[in-house]
């Protein structure tokens, strides 16, 4: 069973940056894809990025094209979502997943999730 703790949400103005790390405690996370997702209060859980295993692919959604970077470290079993430019609309909570695959597709059904941590841009 994997475990993943996510870790670096919090308050930031609008414009601001925060990064995100998410934690697993599988020691073959380097076979796993991993992506982000995100919820906003009285919305459904998003799609926000996706990392192959190697890192050698990446893919994100359109609303954070160009302002979020995903990026892991198979040695720390760690994977990262840097986030700049933050707006008021990227508040929610923030969850870490984990599929038994390479590749994983933004619809895939992610096997293992994190608890999620909050992030909240104010203006």
């Known amino acids: 069973q994997v475990q993943l703790v996510e870790s670096g949400g919090g308050l930031v103005q609008a414009g601001g940056s925060l990064r995100l790390s998410c934690a697993a405690s599988?020691?073959?996370?380097?076979?796993?894809?991993m992506g982000w997702f995100r919820q906003a209060p009285g919305r459904d859980r998003e799609f926000v990025s996706t990392?192959?295993?190697?890192?050698?692919?990446?893919h994100y959604a359109d609303s954070v094209k160009g302002r979020f970077t995903i990026s892991r470290d198979n040695a720390k079993n760690t994977v990262y979502l840097q986030m700049n430019s933050l707006k008021i609309e990227d508040t929610a909570v923030y969850y870490c997943?984990?599929?038994?695959?390479?590749?994983?597709?933004?619809?895939?059904?992610?096997?293992?999730w994190g608890q999620g941590t909050q992030v909240t841009v104010s203006s």
């Open positions: 990392i192959s295993s190697t890192g050698a692919y990446t």
């Open positions: 599988e020691r073959t996370f380097s076979r796993y894809a």
């Open positions: 997943a984990g599929a038994s695959v390479a590749v994983a597709a933004p619809t895939y059904r992610y096997q293992y």
